[in-house]
């Protein structure tokens, strides 16, 4: 017997099935792009919410903490919603953006100590 193991070991047989090849390189650079093109498009709604946030609550009369709560919650939900929600699309495009997504999300909660994400218990005292 050849390395194979013996016969009812092949394709087809029933018994041990060779494993699924690689995914190809172009599908990586595709994930690659577009969790770069999630973290931007995350970075410019970041920016585009938190500015309406900002203006908002300047011109509340009473507390800016209902602004500031609803803005944390958009926030999450278009980084981390939408995120996992295109992880489970399952292909290369959609996978990558959701991951960008979410690394923008969690990159300007740390970067930004929570301030730009709402996370920061400081925002509602």
């Known amino acids: 017997m050849p390395y194979g193991g013996g016969p009812g070991y092949g394709p087809g047989s029933g018994g041990y099935a060779p494993p699924p090849p ?3 390189s172009g ?12 973290l931007a498009i995350y970075s410019v709604l970041n920016l ?7 203006f908002a609550a300047m011109g509340a009369s009473g507390s ?9 919650v958009i926030l999450a939900v278009a980084g981390l919603g939408a995120g996992v929600g295109l992880c489970f699309v399952r292909k290369p ?7 960008g997504l979410m690394i923008g999300w969690a990159l300007w909660s ?3 100590a929570g301030i730009c994400t709402g996370l920061n ?3 509602y005292g």
Do not use: C, D, E, K
Not at 27 to 38: P, R
Not at 64 to 72: D, H, I, Q, S, T
Not at 93 to 99: A, D, F, H, P, V
């Open 121 to 123: 218990p400081s925002l």
């Open 22 to 24: 690689p995914p190809s």
């Open 48 to 54: 585009v919410v938190g500015f309406f946030l900002f």
């Open 27 to 38: 599908s990586t650079g595709m994930l690659i792009g577009m969790l770069f093109a999630g």
């Open 110 to 112: 740390i970067l930004s």
């Open 64 to 72: 800016a903490n209902p602004y500031l709560a609803a803005g944390a």
């Open 93 to 99: 495009w959609s996978r990558g953006l959701g991951l």
